[in-house]
């Protein structure tokens, strides 16, 4: 099976510091930690089942086409309609800009539910009902998956804007569920986040241009990719291609502390701002995905997410980080287990 590794852009920071909001690009799985995000409320109805925490699996959810870890859901109700909602925190939004709102949404089964999206000024479902409707679908379906649930807003007076879901399904619908909510400034997704925009940088020709993607299928890799062990690293022999599963492994340090590091080619961030990186692989043990400039000084890349301990095959894994200054990176996945196992996939 081929292993992939995808690096995305999501936007650009451009928000004034004074607006109070969260700022843009703004990210959210929408349920955390058995709870809403940070920053989030819930609300409902008199006799309405309220929104509820799940995590990805959770009732055969799979949240990877999302990138998300889990979110909320409206469970069924045989007696009583949803009247229900969850609502972002305060996010700043600037004057005569347009910006993409996008979530993701799936329905259990057959049967179809009701939802819309809309935007307001205060963090309550009274103003949000008076507010601006960007999404409206009183019959939707998608029991197959997640499916991309997206709408342009356009500011004419600048300031803190909150977005809400509103459920307000029949009773006896089964489930509805939501997560992975983002606003961006048009044009810079994340709309679709295996087909992002790419703004070629013609600063840095020779780096490679975002979005950066590439299968670990072939030989060919590691004459772009780089094996280099850490002060740590007991074993120092390099990540090397596994030809029977077509994908870069490290699977040298059975019994020894990890610090091995697969270093990719220098890549172009034309812009600071958010940016999202994607990989499916199998861990077994402990991987850091890093950041830095330099293929030949594991000092220079500092950690953008952690597996921690697991063992898992075959799984996509997603993190979020951020540049603040334009220019050329590296990314390195890093095997770090504190004894190393069998093997791990990329």
Request: glycine share 8%; charged share 20%; hydrophobic share 35%.
């Amino acid at each position: 099976m081929n292993k992939t590794v995808t690096l995305l852009l999501a936007c650009a920071l451009a928000v004034p510091a004074i607006q109070a909001g969260k700022t843009v690009p703004y990210t959210s799985d929408i349920g955390v930690n058995y709870g809403v995000d940070e920053g989030w409320i819930t609300s409902a109805a008199r006799n309405s089942t309220p929104f509820s925490y799940f995590a990805n699996g959770d009732d055969g959810t799979d949240t990877s086409v999302a990138g998300t870890q889990g979110g909320m859901s409206h469970a069924y109700d045989a007696q009583n309609a949803a009247d229900c909602w969850v609502i972002s925190p305060a996010i700043s939004l600037e004057a005569g800009k347009t910006y993409t709102v996008s979530f993701w949404a799936k329905t259990r089964d057959a049967d179809a539910e009701a939802f819309e999206l809309r935007a307001g000024t205060e963090q309550n479902s009274t103003n949000l009902k008076a507010g601006d409707e960007l999404i409206k679908k009183p019959f939707f379906k998608s029991p197959d998956g997640f499916t991309l649930q997206s709408a342009t807003y356009t500011v004419t007076e600048g300031g803190d804007r909150y977005f809400g879901i509103h459920c307000f399904s029949e009773a006896n619908s089964y489930t509805f569920y939501i997560t992975g909510l983002s606003v961006t400034e048009e044009g810079a997704g994340p709309v679709d986040p295996d087909n992002p925009e790419n703004p070629d940088n013609p600063d840095n020709p020779e780096a490679q241009q975002l979005p950066y993607n590439i299968a670990f299928n072939s030989t060919d890799v590691f004459n772009t990719w780089t094996s280099l062990a850490g002060p740590d690293a007991v074993v120092k022999t390099g990540w090397h291609f596994n030809s029977f599963m077509n994908c870069a492994e490290f699977d040298s340090a059975e019994g020894y502390k990890e610090d091995n590091y697969f270093i990719s080619p220098a890549m172009n961030f034309p812009a600071a701002g958010t940016y999202k990186v994607k990989f499916n692989g199998s861990v077994y043990g402990e991987l850091d995905l890093m950041l830095g400039t330099d293929a030949t000084d594991v000092s220079s890349f500092t950690s953008i997410g952690r597996t921690g301990v697991i063992s898992e095959f075959d799984n996509v894994f997603t993190y979020w980080f951020t540049i603040e200054t334009p220019g050329q990176y590296r990314l390195a996945a890093r095997a770090c287990a504190e004894t190393g196992t069998m093997m791990g996939y990329l």
